[in-house]
């Protein structure tokens, strides 16, 4: 059986024979990034003559001023967002002056600070008095990092003198930390923002991402007479060019779609202007009854859950005997700009399902999501209920979140000024680009995803072995413009779905309707999706949960086969008639 490649701008991976497919939609037209406005004036230029047909609302048309002022605004963001990698300098502000007006009212927290910050030079010179006082040998630290942070961890960082170099950027840490909370009348969420934002900021200035500064950098110059830096060097130069020139990083070319990585043999069975739906079929001689549909999230490729055979979902499934359905959904261009939620419930799910009743007429369906696709398959399988529609018999959900009161640092970029900002980045070019959604990510994580890269690679030169989840991550998708206006507004910031007022079929719906049992999984360090967060499945349905834990983070956490070395996991069920236990209690209870 063939394996599918999608037709032009789809997910999926590679020709195949097209079987039992709907008529084709006529291909639809992407324009070439090099004809993307570069200066302001241009996309100016380009927005006033796309205005009439964005369709800018109706009663702004006759007064021309008001509709050219918008264009202007919204022209002028999209312009500073490839300055601002995609962030709100309004919002930036915004918290800023929250913070510093308060600050600068409160003479007791100024005195605490001036007092904490004696305290912490104190303590530095004292440890310093200590050093010398040993020849520089090891001495205890004044400090300790937290237990996440792993810069200072090598034996080099605890000698002379790099041992103060680094006790002081922990204390400075800590004091920047008790500056930027803990004052009355600042908003919570501006206060959070501002913390994380001066930890990064402070993060750029760490001693480890300085050749001088760095011992372990040091040594390795020493030893190989700078050749590192050489190789580091030219690292940084191929870098540079792939990116500038579109191309993906260094090593991904050697996972080729469907030979390495997403080489499950399947076929396409149904399409149509939003997605491919694909079937594999089981490889054992017992078929299951039921089949298996997953929705993936459009906010990365479908073939996450199929990498190499060896950790590939998919390909456990058809080991166990299930048929599967895998939805791979259209990585969209400027046409697609007008779909919206409504749109990809439709065209997606009730498509799917209606797809595979057609393919295997009277089965109940095995319904499993992942990310975006789980809050996705939650607001399906809750309009379904309403609607007294059963075809779901079981429903998965993986590091995926119905429930948006709690979902970490990401919720830092996600207020107004900053929705707005993003909304006027894809109202230009009418999706946002992977790319310009990657950057928020790489923040959350800067040490980990920036900058013991830019040490391993540019310092030590040395090349990270790529991974077919490293080749996967680099394949970066689109997201239209209304769709991820309406996700963010409805989910992030109204909360609308867990609070049943999120609408499908113009009527509101509500997930406790759901009576399918839920298996939901979450996972421990999930910057992205945290387990709290997901966890609240228990709290919102009126059915039976089993909710289970495992360490690792949103991607690796998850794709994670059988036998993995060090995993582990924590499981436990909640039926109807059991009262709610807090996620505290239940990871010490389980």
Same mark, same amino acid.
């Given at each position: &059986? @063939?394996?599918? #490649?999608?037709?032009?701008?789809?997910?999926?991976?590679?020709?195949?024979?097209?079987?039992?497919?709907?008529?084709?939609?006529?291909?639809?037209?992407?324009?070439?990034?090099?004809?993307?406005?570069?200066?302001?004036?241009?996309?100016?230029?380009?927005?006033? #003559?796309?205005?009439?047909?964005?369709?800018?609302?109706?009663?702004?048309?006759?007064?021309?001023?008001?509709?050219?002022?918008?264009?202007?605004?919204?022209?002028?963001?999209?312009? &500073?967002?490839?300055?601002?990698?995609?962030?709100?300098? &309004?919002?930036?502000?915004?918290?800023?002056?929250?913070?510093?007006?308060?600050?600068?009212?409160?003479?007791?927290?100024?005195?605490?600070?001036?007092?904490?910050?004696?305290?912490?030079?104190?303590?530095?010179?004292?440890?310093?008095?200590?050093?010398?006082?040993?020849?520089?040998?090891? @001495?205890?630290?004044?400090?300790?990092?937290?237990?996440?942070?792993?810069?200072?961890?090598?034996?080099?960082?605890?000698?002379?003198?790099?041992?103060?170099?680094?006790?002081?950027?922990?204390?400075?840490?800590?004091?920047?930390?008790?500056?930027?909370?803990?004052?009355?009348?600042?908003?919570?969420?501006?206060?959070?923002?501002?913390?994380?934002?001066?930890?990064?900021?402070?993060?750029?200035?760490?001693?480890?991402?300085?050749?001088?500064?760095?011992?372990?950098?040091?040594?390795?110059?020493?030893?190989?007479?700078?050749?590192?830096?050489?190789?580091?060097?030219?690292?940084?130069?191929?870098?540079?060019?792939?990116?500038?020139?579109?191309?993906?990083?260094?090593?991904?070319?050697?996972?080729?779609?469907?030979?390495?990585?997403?080489?499950?043999?399947?076929?396409?069975?149904?399409?149509?202007?939003?997605?491919?739906?694909?079937?594999?079929?089981?490889?054992?001689?017992?078929?299951?009854?039921?089949?298996?549909?997953?929705?993936?999230?459009?906010?990365?490729?479908?073939?996450?859950?199929?990498?190499?055979?060896?950790?590939?979902?998919?390909?456990?499934?058809?080991?166990?005997?299930?048929?599967?359905?895998?939805?791979?959904?259209?990585?969209?261009?400027?046409?697609?700009?007008?779909?919206?939620?409504?749109?990809?419930?439709?065209?997606?799910?009730?498509?799917?399902?209606?797809?595979?009743?057609?393919?295997?007429?009277?089965?109940?369906?095995?319904?499993?999501?992942?990310?975006?696709?789980?809050?996705?398959?939650?607001?399906?399988?809750?309009?379904?209920?309403?609607?007294?529609?059963?075809?779901?018999?079981?429903?998965?959900?993986?590091?995926?979140?119905?429930?948006?009161?709690?979902?970490?640092?990401?919720?830092?970029?996600?207020?107004?000024?900053?929705?707005?900002?993003?909304?006027?980045?894809?109202?230009?070019?009418?999706?946002?680009?992977?790319?310009?959604?990657?950057?928020?990510?790489?923040?959350?994580?800067?040490?980990?995803?920036?900058?013991?890269?830019?040490?391993?690679?540019?310092?030590?030169?040395?090349?990270?072995?790529?991974?077919?989840?490293?080749?996967?991550?680099?394949?970066?998708?689109?997201?239209?413009?209304?769709?991820?206006?309406?996700?963010?507004?409805?989910?992030?910031?109204?909360?609308?779905?867990?609070?049943?007022?999120?609408?499908?079929?113009?009527?509101?719906?509500?997930?406790?309707?759901?009576?399918?049992?839920?298996?939901?999984?979450?996972?421990?360090?999930?910057?992205?999706?945290?387990?709290?967060?997901?966890?609240?499945?228990?709290?919102?349905?009126?059915?039976?949960?089993?909710?289970?834990?495992?360490?690792?983070?949103?991607?690796?956490?998850?794709?994670?086969?059988?036998?993995?070395?060090?995993?582990?996991?924590?499981?436990?069920?909640?039926?109807?008639?059991?009262?709610?236990?807090?996620?505290?209690?239940?990871?010490?209870?389980?």
């Amino acid at each position: &059986m @063939a394996h599918p #490649r999608a037709a032009a701008g789809l997910s999926t991976p590679r020709e195949a024979v097209r079987e039992a497919v709907e008529p084709s939609p006529a291909p639809i037209h992407r324009p070439a990034a090099e004809t993307m406005p570069t200066t302001p004036f241009e996309a100016w230029m380009a927005a006033a #003559r796309l205005a009439p047909l964005l369709g800018l609302t109706a009663a702004r048309e006759d007064d021309p001023s008001l509709r050219q002022a918008e264009v202007l605004d919204r022209s002028l963001h999209y312009s &500073m967002s490839r300055v601002t990698s995609g962030l709100s300098p &309004m919002a930036l502000a915004e918290t800023y002056f929250d913070w510093l007006v308060h600050l600068s009212l409160s003479p007791g927290k100024q005195f605490q600070l001036w007092q904490k910050g004696l305290r912490k030079s104190t303590r530095l010179a004292n440890h310093l008095a200590h050093c010398m006082a040993i020849f520089g040998h090891s @001495a205890e630290p004044c400090i300790c990092p937290l237990p996440q942070d792993k810069r200072f961890s090598a034996p080099d960082w605890h000698q002379w003198p790099f041992n103060v170099i680094h006790q002081s950027f922990l204390l400075q840490q800590q004091w920047w930390h008790n500056a930027t909370t803990g004052i009355r009348g600042v908003s919570p969420e501006h206060e959070r923002a501002l913390e994380f934002g001066s930890r990064q900021l402070l993060d750029v200035f760490a001693p480890s991402n300085f050749l001088p500064t760095n011992p372990e950098i040091l040594k390795r110059t020493q030893a190989e007479a700078g050749q590192n830096l050489v190789r580091g060097f030219w690292n940084f130069v191929e870098d540079w060019e792939r990116t500038a020139n579109g191309r993906p990083p260094v090593g991904t070319e050697q996972f080729k779609i469907g030979e390495h990585i997403a080489a499950t043999p399947g076929k396409v069975v149904f399409r149509n202007r939003l997605m491919e739906l694909i079937q594999y079929a089981p490889l054992t001689n017992d078929v299951r009854p039921e089949p298996i549909l997953i929705v993936p999230a459009w906010i990365m490729k479908y073939y996450i859950l199929d990498l190499s055979a060896k950790n590939s979902l998919v390909r456990y499934l058809l080991d166990q005997g299930f048929t599967v359905f895998m939805i791979s959904w259209k990585n969209p261009g400027i046409d697609e700009r007008d779909l919206g939620m409504e749109d990809y419930h439709t065209l997606g799910p009730m498509a799917a399902l209606d797809a595979i009743g057609r393919i295997v007429p009277d089965r109940q369906v095995h319904g499993v999501g992942y990310c975006l696709g789980g809050t996705l398959l939650a607001s399906s399988a809750a309009a379904m209920a309403r609607d007294d529609d059963d075809r779901f018999k079981t429903l998965s959900f993986l590091a995926a979140q119905t429930d948006f009161t709690q979902a970490g640092e990401l919720t830092l970029f996600m207020s107004e000024s900053q929705v707005a900002f993003l909304e006027d980045i894809m109202w230009e070019q009418g999706y946002l680009q992977g790319s310009q959604m990657a950057g928020a990510f790489q923040i959350l994580r800067s040490n980990d995803l920036i900058w013991s890269r830019v040490i391993r690679n540019y310092f030590m030169g040395e090349r990270q072995p790529v991974t077919d989840m490293m080749a996967w991550n680099a394949d970066a998708t689109r997201m239209p413009y209304k769709m991820h206006s309406e996700y963010l507004r409805k989910m992030f910031l109204g909360n609308d779905l867990a609070e049943g007022r999120f609408e499908l079929g113009n009527r509101p719906l509500a997930l406790s309707d759901i009576r399918a049992p839920i298996f939901a999984v979450g996972t421990e360090t999930d910057h992205v999706a945290p387990w709290p967060s997901v966890y609240k499945f228990n709290l919102i349905m009126d059915t039976e949960v089993t909710f289970l834990l495992t360490n690792s983070g949103h991607n690796a956490g998850i794709v994670s086969e059988p036998g993995h070395p060090g995993r582990h996991f924590r499981i436990a069920c909640k039926v109807e008639k059991d009262r709610y236990i807090d996620p505290d209690t239940w990871i010490r209870q389980t």
